[in-house]
T-cell receptor, first 114, second 114 residues
Framework: DARVTQTPRHKVTEMGQEVTMRCQPILGHNTVFWYRQTMMQGLELLAYFRNRAPLDDSGMPKDRFSAEMPDATLATLKIQPSEPRDSAVYFC????????????FGSGTRLTVV | AQSVTQLGSHVSVSEGALVLLRCNYS??????LFWYVQYPNQGLQLLLK??????LVKGINGFEAEFKKSETSFHLTKPSAHMSDAAEYFCAVSDNTNAGKSTFGDGTTLTVKP
């Protein structure tokens, strides 16, 4: 089965440090999403891209978060500087727009900021 | 605009009992509807989907859902719960015109008692 690959799976970092999370979407999928999941807020959409162009990043704190797609096989989510409140599980998902297959999610990056 | 309401953030059933997880949607166009399941420490995975074909949809692990346009509902059922069904379940709606963007419900945690 095709998979969305996220790295790292776990990350512990100190407050103020830069964190970069990576996602390899399924080959051929042209839309990529970044989600954050916490117990308190549930699943939140942070940003998404279609054909590598950002369509909506209104869910991200602009001052510290940035998302990019350097190429069709890589999406990145960066936090600089990180804060304890950023501790969460971050998921990437991909889909082919116009298909009806639903999203394929990665296994997530569990981020802990101490 | 589209939205999803999952009735009941927590559902508890006994092993062997009927599972019923409720989902109501709102969409200005004919919707695509999805159920996803999330097991502990994993990403969401597609359980089943409705894409305007048969209104009764069968998915993995013995789950099924029925699309009822008149009730704007897409409830998830399973005749007999197994311990392994304990997970969080998310309903999602997509009109497939907004870059393939889905709107997710808040999730329902299913507990299965022995």
């Amino acid at each position: 089965d095709a998979r969305v690959t996220q790295t790292p799976r776990h990350k512990v970092t100190e407050m103020g440090q830069e964190v970069t999370m990576r996602c390899q979407p399924i080959l051929g999928h042209n839309t990529v999403f970044w989600y954050r999941q916490t117990m308190m807020q549930g699943l939140e959409l942070l940003a998404y891209f279609r054909n590598r162009a950002p369509l909506d990043d209104s869910g991200m704190p602009k001052d510290r978060f940035s998302a990019e797609m350097p190429d069709a096989t890589l999406a990145t989510l960066k936090i600089q500087p990180s804060e304890p409140r950023d501790s969460a599980v971050y998921f990437c998902a991909s889909v082919l727009t116009g298909s009806n297959y639903g999203y394929t999610f990665g296994s997530g990056t569990r981020l802990t900021v101490v | 605009a589209q939205s999803v309401t999952q009735l009941g953030s927590h559902v508890s059933v006994s092993e062997g009992a009927l599972v019923l997880l409720r989902c109501n949607y709102s969409s200005s166009v004919p919707p695509y509807l999805f159920w996803y399941v999330q097991y502990p420490n994993q990403g969401l995975q597609l359980l089943l989907k409705y894409t305007s074909a048969a209104t009764l949809v069968k998915g993995i692990n013995g789950f099924e859902a029925e699309f009822k346009k008149s009730e704007t509902s897409f409830h998830l059922t399973k005749p007999s719960a197994h311990m392994s069904d304990a997970a969080e379940y998310f309903c999602a709606v997509s009109d497939n015109t907004n870059a393939g963007k889905s709107t997710f419900g808040d999730g329902t945690t299913l507990t299965v008692k022995p």
